[in-house]
């Protein structure tokens, strides 16, 4: 029997809620966990970086690769990780990322409290990906996922007008998000 695929939900700014895709996954699939941020109200970029970090060694170090399905802030979280802290034997475990609704730390509403995602890296990611981007997404659009999605080598999917691709957004279980992440863990 194959063994459950890990999987790492980072939220964004001020965490998800319970009717939030991530949560609704973390709820229904065995292997999926959250990683938990020092400070979801005042993110700082190097601290989540170094959650993140932490959290994909205590899923890996017993083995096994882990994917990970990032929204708004921890997609940027995800970016910087890989591209300037990140060791290289954890890189390694990661077998893909689902970033999210990727906000642009330049956008009218960027939240001020978090501090150090800008610049967002934009250099190759070591790892399989895929931009999600909604065309109606206050904290980012389509043409700044488009950018950050070609700089990491990933695909970018565009779902129409969908708001921030969260709670709001009704997608409920997000069943096509969940089909797009474990693609990419095979």
């Known amino acids: 029997m194959k063994e459950q695929q890990k999987v790492l939900v980072l939220p964004g700014y001020m965490n998800s809620g319970p009717g939030h895709w991530q949560t609704r996954?973390?709820?229904?699939?065995?292997?999926f966990s959250r990683v938990q941020m020092p400070d979801w109200d005042h993110?700082?970029?190097?601290a989540w970086c170094r959650a993140l970090e932490s959290a994909v060694g205590a899923a890996t170090d017993a083995g096994g690769r882990v994917l990970l399905a990032a929204h708004s802030l921890g997609c940027l979280t995800v970016a910087h990780w890989a591209a300037r802290g990140a060791?290289?034997?954890r890189l390694a475990r990661v077998a893909g990322v689902l970033f999210v609704a990727v906000p642009d730390p330049h956008g009218p509403n960027f939240p001020a409290d978090a501090h150090g995602f800008d610049p967002v890296p934009f250099v190759p990611l070591p790892f399989a990906?895929?931009?999600?981007?909604s065309s109606d997404d206050p904290y980012g659009g389509v043409p700044f996922a488009e950018r950050c999605a070609r700089a990491w080598g990933s695909r970018c999917i565009g779902i129409g007008a969908r708001g921030h691709i969260n709670a709001e957004?009704?997608?409920?279980d997000w069943p096509q998000g969940l089909e797009w992440l474990q693609s990419m863990g095979h």
């Open 87 to 89: 060791s290289a034997a």
């Open 169 to 172: 957004s009704g997608l409920g």
């Open 129 to 133: 990906s895929i931009v999600v981007a």
């Open 25 to 31: 996954w973390e709820d229904a699939h065995a292997g």
């Open 43 to 46: 993110p700082e970029c190097d």
